[in-house]
């Protein structure tokens, strides 16, 4: 099993910047895919992004495409979402989750790991 903390959420102006990170700890980092996910209050959690074992592969979910970044650093144990040119919609509490496979996944069901979520608040 892995541990994920989430970290750097916080309340911004929209069309700001928030970085997000996930420190993972457990079973071999390396080895398996990792995803972003969010939810607003009220609303099912979502897809964001998701990045496979290597960090070569990424895909975004069509609202954050070209606004956000996902990012894998191996060495450290770490995943990182850079959240660009932030809009109100993207409230919500955010969680990173660990994949049972290497490959990247949209789908929620396939994350066997899930972080306790930080928030991120975008004011208008």
């Known amino acids: 099993q892995v541990q994920l903390v989430e970290s750097g959420g916080g309340l911004v102006q929209a069309g700001g910047s928030l970085r997000l990170s996930c420190a993972a700890s457990?079973?071999?980092?390396?080895?398996?895919?990792m995803g972003w996910f969010r939810q607003a209050p009220g609303q099912d959690r979502e897809f964001v992004a998701t990045?496979?074992?290597?960090?070569?592969?990424?895909y975004y979910a069509s609202s954050v495409k070209g606004r956000f970044t996902i990012s894998r650093d191996n060495a450290k144990n770490m995943v990182y979402l850079q959240m660009n040119r932030l809009k109100p919609e993207d409230t919500a509490v955010y969680s990173c989750?660990?994949?049972?496979?290497?490959?990247?996944?949209?789908?929620?069901?396939?994350?066997?790991?899930w972080g306790q979520g930080t928030q991120v608040t975008v004011s208008s």
């Open positions: 457990g079973r071999t980092f390396s080895s398996y895919a």
């Open positions: 990045i496979n074992w290597s960090g070569t592969s990424t």
């Open positions: 989750a660990a994949s049972s496979q290497s490959g990247y996944t949209v789908q929620a069901g396939a994350y066997i790991s």
